[in-house]
């Protein structure tokens, strides 16, 4: 069965969105299960909840605001109700995902099997390496190698892709020579299609 | 007295962190602070030598720390400001006669007796530079407008941060006006969006930088409009004064006039 909760990428951050047909003690199961098995999921980052569609009782939502706080750092936990985009990037709730609350300097490293998240840039010199999905709140300058296991589902997502070599699976692309417009952000997000990296603009 | 200790490293070689200690540590020394600088570039000094100082040379950090003198005996008195001194490098070793905790506990003395002490980092990431921070309360760290030099700067900033010298802070060092406005060299602005830490000066390229490293006289000693006068701000903002950045542009009296023909 499809797990009640899920989580999607939005402006603001990661959206936790509940299932609104599912019954409110398989949510707080699923939600519990999260807290406990990914506890660092929201160290040092805003939680938001979205109850756009749900309806719930006041002690309903504090309970999940309880079990929420179990979320090791969280910093704040905000409900939201804006609708979620249709298209909205779906953080695979399968594999694990891994977030990362800072910036990336030139020389540091990540290496997770799941998705990795993160809310800072990636600066030249420094590199990601995902099995799953890389989603970046901010700019990559490094390079970044999503679905390193060989996935060619994987893909790359950023406030500003501007990699110094991106890969996904085993497909390797550069970013075109001319320099971009350093300033404006530009969400986009590269996949693979048609055995080729491919990338589109983003609205999120 | 307890001091503060402040570490000057950048990764890259030759941006200048030498000559940003000596002019920094004397410009502190004007100001009336006893001052201590440590040259932690074993085996490669150059501080003793920018400083003007090299001939005084009698024990050096090695010696302090393998107890072969007591550690005032090994301090140089600068022979312009009697409140200035050098702890000197030794040239013979290398980076592995010292240990990152020798280093702490000789910096801890120090500050016992010193206002601000100066450590001169050698370039690299490796012992040379774990010695050099291993006693630093913070960082300053130089960087060129060079794309090379912004990313050892970079890495050096996520070491720093790892060692738990939270918050260095930036000097960006000859940056050059001209070809800034024509759009050769990277902007202050290019250089602060990726380092993303505060930005502690800015100095100009001045080729008297040159003389007076050969000279043995810091920058800061003559009434010199650029680049001295940059590393005079950053002292005072080490001393926690607020003092306004140079602008760039108002560095030449050229410049000022064009501007103001311009206009007419």
Same mark, same amino acid.
């Given at each position: 069965?499809?797990?009640?909760?899920?989580?999607?990428?939005? $402006?603001?951050?990661?959206?936790?969105?509940?299932?609104?047909?599912?019954?409110?003690?398989?949510?707080?199961?699923?939600?519990?299960?999260?807290?406990?098995?990914?506890?660092?999921? +929201?160290?040092?980052?805003?939680? +938001?909840?979205?109850?756009?569609?749900?309806?719930?009782?006041?002690?309903?939502?504090?309970?999940?605001?309880?079990?929420?706080?179990? +979320? $090791?750092?969280?910093?704040?936990?905000?409900?939201?109700?804006?609708?979620?985009?249709?298209?909205?990037?779906?953080?695979?709730?399968?594999?694990?995902? +891994?977030?990362?609350?800072?910036?990336?300097?030139?020389?540091? $490293?990540?290496?997770?099997?799941?998705?990795? *998240?993160?809310?800072?840039?990636?600066?030249?010199?420094?590199?990601?390496?995902?099995?799953?999905?890389?989603?970046?709140?901010?700019?990559?300058?490094?390079?970044?190698?999503?679905?390193?296991?060989?996935?060619?589902?994987?893909?790359?997502?950023?406030?500003?892709?501007?990699?110094?070599?991106?890969?996904?699976?085993?497909?390797?692309?550069?970013?075109?020579?001319?320099?971009?417009?350093? $300033?404006?952000?530009?969400?986009?997000?590269?996949?693979?299609?048609?055995?080729?990296?491919? *990338?589109?603009?983003?609205?999120? | 007295?307890?001091?503060?200790?402040?570490?000057?490293?950048?990764?890259?070689?030759?941006?200048?962190?030498?000559?940003?200690?000596?002019?920094?540590?004397?410009?502190?020394?004007?100001?009336?602070?006893?001052?201590?600088?440590?040259?932690?570039?074993?085996?490669?000094?150059?501080?003793?030598?920018?400083?003007?100082?090299? =001939?005084?040379? !009698?024990?050096?950090?090695?010696?302090?720390?393998?107890?072969?003198?007591?550690?005032?005996?090994?301090?140089?008195?600068?022979?312009?400001?009697?409140?200035?001194?050098?702890?000197?490098?030794?040239?013979?070793?290398?980076?592995?006669?010292?240990?990152? =905790?020798?280093?702490?506990?000789? !910096?801890?003395?120090?500050?016992?007796?010193?206002?601000?002490?100066?450590?001169?980092?050698?370039?690299?990431?490796?012992?040379?530079?774990?010695?050099?921070?291993?006693?630093?309360? /913070?960082?300053?760290?130089?960087?060129?407008?060079?794309?090379?030099?912004?990313?050892?700067?970079?890495?050096?900033?996520?070491?720093?941060?790892?060692?738990?010298?939270?918050?260095?802070?930036?000097?960006?060092?000859?940056?050059?006006?001209?070809?800034?406005?024509?759009?050769?060299?990277?902007?202050?602005?290019?250089?602060?969006?990726?380092?993303?830490?505060?930005?502690?000066?800015?100095?100009?390229?001045?080729?008297?930088?040159?003389?007076?490293?050969?000279?043995?006289?810091?920058?800061?000693?003559?009434?010199?409009?650029?680049?001295?006068?940059?590393?005079?701000?950053?002292?005072?903002?080490?001393?926690?004064?607020?003092?306004?950045?140079?602008?760039?542009?108002?560095?030449?009296? /050229?410049?000022?006039?064009?501007?103001?023909?311009?206009?007419?």
């Amino acid at each position: 069965m499809k797990s009640p909760i899920s989580f999607k990428v939005a $402006k603001n951050g990661i959206v936790l969105k509940l299932d609104p047909n599912a019954e409110f003690n398989r949510i707080k199961n699923a939600l519990r299960d999260h807290v406990t098995s990914a506890t660092n999921f +929201y160290a040092g980052a805003d939680l +938001y909840i979205n109850i756009a569609d749900n309806s719930f009782k006041i002690d309903q939502l504090n309970e999940i605001v309880n079990i929420a706080r179990g +979320y $090791k750092d969280v910093k704040n936990i905000i409900f939201t109700s804006d609708v979620i985009k249709k298209d909205t990037i779906e953080i695979n709730n399968e594999g694990e995902t +891994y977030l990362i609350n800072r910036t990336l300097r030139s020389g540091q $490293k990540v290496k997770k099997s799941g998705n990795v *998240v993160i809310i800072g840039d990636i600066n030249p010199g420094a590199e990601v390496i995902a099995g799953g999905d890389i989603i970046v709140f901010g700019k990559i300058r490094g390079v970044v190698h999503a679905g390193a296991g060989g996935s060619t589902e994987a893909s790359v997502t950023a406030l500003k892709l501007e990699p110094t070599q991106l890969r996904i699976s085993k497909k390797i692309a550069r970013p075109p020579e001319e320099s971009k417009n350093r $300033k404006s952000l530009n969400p986009e997000r590269a996949f693979i299609q048609d055995g080729q990296i491919m *990338v589109e603009n983003f609205e999120i | 007295m307890a001091g503060k200790s402040l570490v000057i490293t950048s990764g890259k070689g030759g941006v200048g962190k030498t000559t940003t200690v000596a002019n920094i540590g004397t410009a502190l020394a004007m100001m009336d602070y006893k001052v201590c600088l440590i040259d932690a570039d074993i085996g490669l000094r150059n501080l003793d030598v920018v400083m003007g100082l090299e =001939n005084r040379i !009698v024990y050096d950090i090695v010696d302090v720390v393998e107890d072969n003198c007591r550690l005032e005996q090994a301090l140089i008195r600068d022979k312009r400001h009697k409140n200035l001194f050098l702890l000197p490098a030794a040239q013979t070793r290398d980076k592995t006669a010292v240990q990152p =905790n020798q280093m702490k506990s000789l !910096v801890e003395d120090l500050k016992k007796e010193m206002d601000y002490v100066v450590i001169d980092s050698p370039a690299g990431i490796e012992q040379g530079f774990k010695n050099a921070i291993a006693g630093a309360d /913070f960082a300053l760290i130089v960087t060129t407008p060079e794309v090379s030099a912004v990313r050892d700067a970079d890495r050096i900033i996520g070491l720093l941060e790892a060692e738990g010298l939270k918050d260095p802070e930036v000097i960006i060092n000859r940056i050059n006006a001209e070809m800034v406005s024509r759009g050769d060299m990277m902007n202050i602005e290019d250089i602060i969006e990726i380092l993303a830490v505060q930005l502690k000066g800015i100095v100009p390229e001045d080729n008297i930088i040159i003389v007076s490293s050969n000279r043995g006289e810091p920058v800061v000693l003559k009434d010199n409009p650029k680049a001295g006068q940059a590393f005079k701000n950053i002292a005072k903002r080490i001393t926690g004064e607020e003092v306004n950045f140079i602008s760039l542009e108002d560095n030449s009296f /050229f410049t000022k006039l064009k501007k103001i023909f311009s206009f007419s």
